[in-house]
């Protein structure tokens, strides 16, 4: 059964940077698509970005150019990078998987497991 744990959420200052880490337990993060996604308060979930197994990235166009995803196969984990962070940004942070994807999405009806969320607080 797959476990994913999200970490460093963080209140940070307009403009500022945070990285965003996913600890993954009974799924490897090389296989399949591994992705980032966010929940605005009254909001329906949507997706930040996505990595799949050949390293093949997809970013919203909101967060393009600012923020970074990547996998450490060794370690199990997946990563954001956020810069130049915005008030925009603030928002619930979700990792989310899935083994059977072929290539980086961003829809979340086809992802399988879900992190628990952790928070990210911009302020302006």
């Known amino acids: 059964e797959a476990h994913l744990a999200e970490s460093g959420g963080a209140s940070v200052q307009d403009g500022g940077s945070l990285r965003l880490s996913c600890a993954a337990s009974?799924?490897?993060?090389?296989?399949?698509?591994v992705s980032w996604f966010r929940q605005f308060p009254g909001k329906e979930r949507e997706g930040v970005a996505a990595?799949?197994?050949?390293?093949?990235?997809r970013y919203a166009d909101s967060v393009k150019g600012r923020f970074t995803i990547s996998r450490d196969n060794a370690k199990n984990t997946l990563s954001l990078l956020m810069n130049s962070l915005k008030p925009e940004d603030t928002a619930m942070y979700y990792c989310?998987?899935?083994?059977?994807?072929?290539?980086?999405?961003?829809?979340?009806?086809?992802?399988?497991?879900w992190g628990q969320g952790t928070q990210v607080t911009v302020s302006s």
């Open positions: 009974g799924y490897f993060v090389r296989g399949g698509c």
């Open positions: 990595i799949d197994r050949d390293g093949y990235t």
């Open positions: 989310a998987a899935s083994p059977y994807c072929a290539y980086a999405r961003l829809d979340a009806s086809r992802y399988n497991y």
